[in-house]
């Protein structure tokens, strides 16, 4: 069956938006990937206009054995970490499935992982700069891609955790993500669900749901979605001359040259993950903080009046502006560490919009135009970002190159997901 790829296109300063169509023969399911923030809004007025959103009804796909990338990973990606308390099992990685798709590990039903890891899209969010959880709670960073987490060593933005196991008890029990209340009453709700009856027991050589096989179910599924074989490595690491432009040939020369990014986003002679797994102040966060407020702030006052009310009033309220981030600095309280976060992979990048840890940044170009200038420059800026004088068509080359840096499983992941209940959707 032809499988349809759309790749809609938004590009938010002129507000023009555009959509094009590619077919690929893949894995059954109709999968849509967006690219840009946001559904096309052309036609919205008439009766024919289609939303890319999708209906749970529509959400088909075929199971995929994910287990072959734990044996054979993809070209330009090196073997899948795996943990010696943790080995990987099919058993595990299905299980580990279910739970990131089932929306009742949240405090009232309704949200999974996958709802901010949105498998058409990236495994991120591109509708939202930042994350929004249970109850439209709004978070103060943007969602990452879980594609290639397994090679990460520092996990969050601001790298505060080191284990894929760990990770997950932050957004059960953040209070504007999933919400549940305590270990406790995330073990016990799975425990009262009949569809996992036996299923962490199967996979864990008897071992029933608690603090420790929830989160290595959860990342035995996350590290096998391990994303390579881009046009960039066919081309880098296998030598096929046609598999990339001469513009994208050109990007590559200066990321790893004139302009730099290598030094962060690494590539290596065997395999390339495009972080070095550190931290970095490129400015961004700076910027965040130092932001100025606005005098007067549009306040409700009842439901659907408005008044605007002075910001000196509202900081005698207690909270300021948005909510602070000082990124390392929150881990290890050095001054140095403050506005420094973890260099991100660039694989996939081009379907991970928004970009930077407060999504910030709408476009690749965008990106691209913040390093030429040299970020901003703070106390703390890491002095390997500084302007780069590049003209601009070397920065075309550059997006060109990071465009060339998409896996050629995206749509077999994205099919694999689909076939994937949410958990229970019908109200009693
Ligand atoms: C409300 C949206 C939301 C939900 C729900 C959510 N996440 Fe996230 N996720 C985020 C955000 C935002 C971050 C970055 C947070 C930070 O850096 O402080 C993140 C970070 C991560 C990371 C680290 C990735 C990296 O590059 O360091 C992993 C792994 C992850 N989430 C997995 C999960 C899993 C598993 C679940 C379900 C148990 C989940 N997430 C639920 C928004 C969400
Ligand atoms: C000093 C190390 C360093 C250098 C040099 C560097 N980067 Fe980065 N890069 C980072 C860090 C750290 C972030 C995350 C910043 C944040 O989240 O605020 C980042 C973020 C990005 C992102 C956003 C990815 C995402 O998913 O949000 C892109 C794209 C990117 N860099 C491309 C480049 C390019 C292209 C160059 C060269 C012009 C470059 N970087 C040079 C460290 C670096």
């Known amino acids: 069956m032809r499988t349809r790829i759309l790749i809609s296109l938004a590009f938010v300063a002129t507000t023009s938006l555009f959509a094009s169509y590619a077919n690929a023969d893949n894995h ?28 749970i009804s529509a959400r088909v796909g075929e199971q995929t054995d994910l ?10 990606l090196p073997p899948i970490p795996q943990p010696e308390r943790n080995p990987i099992t099919d058993e595990k990685i299905q299980l580990g499935k ?4 089932d929306r009742r590990l949240s405090l009232n039903d309704t949200f999974s992982c996958a709802m901010c890891h949105i498998p058409e899209q990236g495994f991120t969010s591109h509708e939202v700069v930042k994350a929004v959880g249970v109850e439209g709670r709004s978070g103060r960073r943007n969602s ?24 997950v008890w932050s957004p059960l029990l953040d209070h504007r993500e999933m919400a549940m209340t305590s270990i406790g009453h995330v073990l016990g709700k799975i425990n009262s669900l009949k569809e996992y009856e036996g299923e962490f027991e199967r996979a864990f050589d008897g071992r029933p749901v608690d603090i420790e096989t929830l989160g290595q179910a959860l990342a035995s599924y996350q590290r096998v979605l391990v994303s390579g074989n881009s046009p960039f490595d066919r081309w880098y690491y296998a030598k096929e001359e046609k598999a990339i432009s001469v513009q994208a040939k050109n990007g590559f020369k200066l990321f790893m040259g004139k302009a730099h990014c290598a030094t962060c986003h690494v590539v290596r002679e065997d395999h390339a993950l495009f972080t070095d797994n550190a931290m970095h102040n490129t400015g961004i966060g700076y910027e965040r903080s130092m932001g100025k407020e606005p005098e007067a702030v549009r306040m409700p006052i009842a439901p659907g009046i408005f008044a605007m009310v002075k910001q000196s009033h509202l900081d005698e309220l207690g909270h300021t502006g948005p909510i602070g981030d000082l990124g390392f600095y929150e881990v290890t309280q050095d001054p140095d560490d403050r506005w420094k976060y973890r260099t991100p992979s660039l694989r996939n990048v081009a379907l991970t919009a928004p970009y ?31 302007p780069l004088d590049l003209t601009s068509e070397e920065m075309n080359n550059l997006v060109a190159f990071l465009e060339t840096l998409t896996g050629d499983n995206v749509v077999e992941l994205i099919s694999d997901a689909y076939s994937t209940p949410v958990g229970d959707t019908v109200v009693e």
Do not use: C, W
Request: glycine residues 10%.
């Open 356 to 386: 930077m840890h407060d999504g910030s940044i709408l476009t690749l170009e965008g990106v691209v135009e913040f390093y030429n200038k040299g970020g901003i420059p703070n106390v703390t800026q890491s002095p390997l970002i500084r």
């Open 98 to 101: 279910k739970l990131f798709f």
């Open 28 to 55: 059954g399911a109709d999968i849509v990937i967006r690219v840009g923030p946001g559904d096309s809004k052309v036609g919205y007025d008439t009766k024919d206009y289609k939303t890319d959103s999708r209906a």
């Open 67 to 76: 287990l072959k990338f734990v044996k054979n990973p993809p070209l330009g």
């Open 144 to 167: 990452p891609t879980i594609y290639n987490v397994a090679y990460l060593t520092r996990l969050f933005h601001d790298g505060r955790e080191s284990t894929l196991e760990n990770q």
